[in-house]
Every structure is written in structure tokens, then in C-alpha cells.
């Protein structure tokens, strides 16, 4: 089985900016889908982006236009960059993967059977 591990979380003000890392190990990164996920304390985990292993991304509506979701296959690591951040992408953000296929639909939590411990964003206005 591999592991997860998120970092990059932070505070900062409306309108900035963070980089999210998610270090992949025991499996390539190349093989896997990947997504990102968020959940605020009382809420279900809401898919914010999801990228396959043929580079196709996805993204929430939510986010669209504001967060890139991208890897790195050298250092086996995935990125969520996020700009333009506002109080309600305020949240705990977890990595997930899957190898296989994609999961379908891409934003339903339960497909991933692999879970970072999560790196928080904590955006104030």
C-alpha cells in the first residue's frame, strides 16, 4: 500500500496565494488518479480537483479559473496551487488516489481508497 503525506497548508489573507504538496511513496505517482479534497468541521469531504494519469484535470466549479492541479512525476508529488483565495476555501485539504481507473464521478470521496492526514487553509478577510 502507499502513503500520503500533505504539506503547504497556512494562513493567509483574502486574495492570496498557497501551494499545496502531496508526497507520494511506495507507488508511482504516473499510475495513479489523483485528487484533492476539502472538508470543513460539521461537512462531507467536497472533490475540489481531480487529475488522471493522462494529465486530464478536473475541477469544481467552485474553484475553476482560481486552483491548478498538477504533479510531478520525478519527485513523485502532486500540487494543488491556489490563488485568488477567499474565506470560503477556508478548510482542511486531504490528497486521495486511486490506481486503475478513473472514478467516476471524480468528486465522490468513497472512490478513493487512499487518504493523506490532511494540511490546513485558513483564509481571513
Known amino acids: 500500500q502507499f502513503q500520503l503525506v500533505e504539506s503547504g497548508g497556512g494562513s493567509v489573507q483574502a486574495g492570496g496565494s498557497l501551494r499545496l504538496s502531496c508526497a507520494v511513496s511506495g507507488y508511482s505517482i504516473s499510475f495513479l488518479y489523483m485528487a484533492w479534497f476539502r472538508q470543513i468541521p460539521g461537512k462531507g469531504r467536497e472533490g475540489v480537483a481531480n487529475?488522471?494519469?493522462?494529465?486530464?484535470?478536473r475541477y469544481a466549479d467552485s474553484v475553476q479559473g482560481r486552483f491548478t492541479i498538477s504533479r510531478d512525476n520525478d519527485n513523485n508529488t502532486l500540487y494543488l496551487e491556489m490563488n485568488s483565495l477567499k474565506p470560503d476555501d477556508t478548510a482542511m485539504y486531504y490528497c486521495?488516489?486511486?490506481?486503475?481507473?478513473?472514478?467516476?464521478?471524480?468528486?465522490?470521496?468513497?472512490?478513493?481508497?487512499?487518504w493523506g492526514q490532511g494540511t490546513q487553509v485558513t483564509v481571513s478577510s
Open positions: 487529475l488522471g494519469w493522462d494529465g486530464t484535470a
Open positions: 486521495a488516489a486511486r490506481t486503475y481507473t478513473n472514478p467516476d464521478p471524480w468528486a465522490l470521496a468513497s472512490k478513493y481508497p487512499s
